[in-house]
């Protein structure tokens, strides 16, 4: 099994990269982390390449696709920042243009196997999670993610670091699980 996770913050020993941690010391298999700070990936420039192409007209989308492609499982992981996904997660994931494309404009499925997904957010204070939460559903569903894993948590980390907050640690361990179990063909192509 190989778990592709997307790091969207620049914090490589802060909250998130905590859980994202804790999620690793419990998985099995190969783990691929791709850090959306240090991701020589630009974002999509609506070219309209994809319109009619089974990729993108830049090369740094390779490189992408073929981890999307290879991966059983797929972690957005991701502080918040102004009630939303990070700017850096996001102009990388852009480049996703390219299956929305290929599905809703050519009638193609580019990315074959089905995948399972989980959500890691980190966050203080009070946050309405319904944009974030939609955004990670449409990501997720390009990358063809069909069964979703409950979000893993730690919010008010101003006063707890998540390295520290038993509940969302046992989420992250929980998540594991979840993607150590297999993948499961009863599961309905919509459950993202």
Not at 2 to 20: H, Y
Not at 26 to 36: N, S
Not at 44 to 70: G, K, P, V
Not at 157 to 165: E, G, L
Request: proline share 4%; net charge negative; charged share 25%.
């Amino acid at each position: 099994m190989k778990t592709l996770i997307f790091n969207g913050s620049p914090r490589k020993n802060g909250d998130t990269m905590s859980l994202v941690q804790e999620l690793i010391a419990h998985l099995e298999g190969e783990v691929q982390v791709i850090h959306a700070y240090d991701a020589p990936v630009k974002g999509c420039i609506d070219c309209r390449y994809c319109w009619d192409h089974a990729t993108c007209s830049m090369e740094d989308f390779q490189n992408l696709d073929q981890a999307i492609q290879e991966a059983d499982q797929i972690v957005l992981a991701s502080p918040i920042y102004f009630g939303e996904l990070t700017g850096d997660l996001l102009r990388t994931l852009s480049k996703l243009q390219v299956y929305w494309s290929a599905e809703f404009m050519r009638k193609e499925q580019l990315v074959q196997k089905p995948k399972k997904g989980g959500l890691i957010l980190a966050y203080a204070g009070n946050c309405d999670l319904n944009y974030p939460l939609h955004t990670a559903r449409i990501l997720f569903r390009n990358m063809r993610v069909t069964q979703l894993f409950p979000v893993v948590c730690s919010k008010d980390t101003d006063r707890v670091p998540a390295a520290k907050d038993e509940e969302a640690l046992a989420k992250a361990r929980a998540l594991a699980a979840f993607f150590n179990e297999g993948f499961s063909f009863a599961a309905t192509e919509g459950g993202s």
